[in-house]
């Protein structure tokens, strides 16, 4: 059995029609959406809609975590847009579901997937097509071995579009019970996993998965959400802990064979 895990999409639809081949399944750990690309201001919904320039602007702000003056500086932006009668929520909506009918069209069959924090779940159901399915707080079986998967990430400064309460994320982890692999998009909270070497800050990591696989003791415990990590595995007691790579810049996906 070979299973192909991908994380961090962010619009790659290109490779992302080719990930599955050569496995019997593909896993997608979410952030299908390019909100804002890091590396090339000149992709994403955000500078689409406010030139690159800009984008450079928030990216260094961010950067340098002066994330309040990224909020004053974005919401002027969005303000003058206003001014123009361009309403927020409908742009940002309308350019999600263009990302969206692209990547969901080039998921192969069959596809697990879970949202990312950057992901927008309401809209998932309008582009799931037969031979995906979504998990989030559930199992499924594959090839023998059980799969759990937890979508989203945690609050933080960035306020992404898809954040669950603390209380509300280790609800979904505990109702995962025994699973042989854990699959979510963000990881446990192992400082190694958790910092970006690029971004040069540490990211929300969970303690309720951090908990759950010194508990259950999965085979593995898979995840991406830090594109640049400090570590890309660590074991934690019987459990290989992975985050799979970012997929946006890589194109390759990670394989599991057993």
Known sequence: MRVH????????AQDLAKAGDGADALICLGDLVLFLDYANHARGIFPDLFGEENARRIVALRTARRFDEARVFARGLWEELARRGVD????????VRDQYAELFAAFPTPTYATYGNVDVPPLWPEYVRPGTTVLDGERVE????????VGGGLPSPMRTPY????EEYAAKVEALGEVDVLCSHIPPEVPE???DTVARRFERGSTALLAA??????????????HQPLARRVRVGATECV???????????????W
């Open 163 to 166: 954040e669950v309460p603390e």
């Open 88 to 95: 927020k929520a409908t742009a940002v909506e309308s350019a």
């Open 142 to 149: 594959i090839g023998g071995r059980v799969f759990g998967f």
């Open 193 to 195: 996993l958790t910092y």
């Open 213 to 226: 696989i010194r508990r259950v003791r999965p085979r593995y415990a898979l995840f991406g959400h830090v």
């Open 5 to 12: 895990v991908v994380s961090d999409v962010h619009r790659n």
């Open 243 to 257: 985050n799979v790579g970012h997929f946006a810049s890589s194109g390759r996906p990670w394989a599991l064979e």
